[in-house]
């Protein structure tokens, strides 16, 4: 167990819909990341958030958007749903503050499967 | 995109035998990171090895880091079946706070026969 909780774990949804995909990290851990897993395109890094800020943005789309809140949950919501944003996303999270060979170690959630018909 | 890629992308070996995964990678890194992922799980964090360093160990695990090639092994001595997963390299590219903007490689699906 990574102690970062990812929910739903299983989402179906048809297309143009909007989901919201839930994460709790490690508790400490002030950052979180979202990537995302599909066949085509492998793992994908789409957003990281430091303490309440977006600290980094990768390949996400504008249809997506992401917060992180006072209590370092995190958010992330897929809007106007195409068939192809069927996948697999996982949240991470760490503390950038472990020293030494620690830093930049990630801990992923189980990850939340949304497959949209 | 994919920084690394991973070669080869299946490997197929017996219980008690050696595997050897490598990866490739395209631009300087601050560090790169091993994770195994069962089917339909989450990453797990097997290592990080850091941009100054040349050979880590971790109990049956031991990643070699070549910066003037570019490239990574990842070596499992004296297999299990409990081993068969997807291993995947991850570069992190970034200083400072943004540790963890990590690019992955395809991944090397590794089965382990008893």
């Known amino acids: 167990d990574s102690g970062v909780t990812q929910t739903p774990k299983h989402l179906i949804t048809a297309t143009g819909q909007r989901v919201t995909l839930r994460c709790s990290p490690r508790?400490?851990?002030?950052?979180v990341y979202w990537y995302q897993q599909s066949l085509d395109q492998g793992l994908q890094f789409l957003i990281q958030?430091?303490?309440?800020?977006?600290?980094a943005k990768g390949n996400i789309l504008e249809r997506f958007s992401a917060q992180q809140f006072p209590d370092l949950h995190s958010e992330l919501n897929l809007s106007s749903l195409e068939l192809g944003d069927s996948a697999l996303y996982f949240c991470?999270?760490?503390?950038?503050?472990?020293?030494?060979?620690?830093?930049?170690?990630?801990?992923f959630g189980e990850g939340s499967r949304l497959t949209v018909l | 995109s994919q920084q690394g890629e991973e070669d080869p992308q299946a490997l197929s070996i017996q219980e008690g035998e050696n595997a050897t995964m490598n990866c490739s990678y395209k631009?300087?890194?601050?560090?790169l990171q091993w994770y195994r992922q069962n089917s339909g799980r989450g990453l797990v964090h097997l290592i990080l090895?850091?941009?100054?360093?040349r050979e880590k160990h971790s109990g049956r695990l031991r990643v070699t880091l070549d910066t003037s090639k570019k490239s990574s092994s990842l070596l499992i001595t004296a297999s299990r079946a409990a081993d068969t997963a997807s291993y995947f390299c991850?570069?992190?590219?970034?200083?400072?706070?943004?540790?963890?903007?990590?690019?992955f490689g395809q991944g090397t699906i590794l089965t382990v026969h008893p």
């Open positions: 958030y430091y303490n309440g800020e977006e600290r």
């Open positions: 991470a999270s760490s503390h950038p503050g472990l020293a030494g060979g620690r830093a930049g170690e990630l801990f």
């Open positions: 991850a570069t992190d590219a970034e200083r400072g706070t943004s540790y963890g903007k990590l690019t």
């Open positions: 631009t300087s890194i601050n560090n």
């Open positions: 090895i850091r941009s100054n360093e």
């Open positions: 508790s400490g851990d002030l950052s």
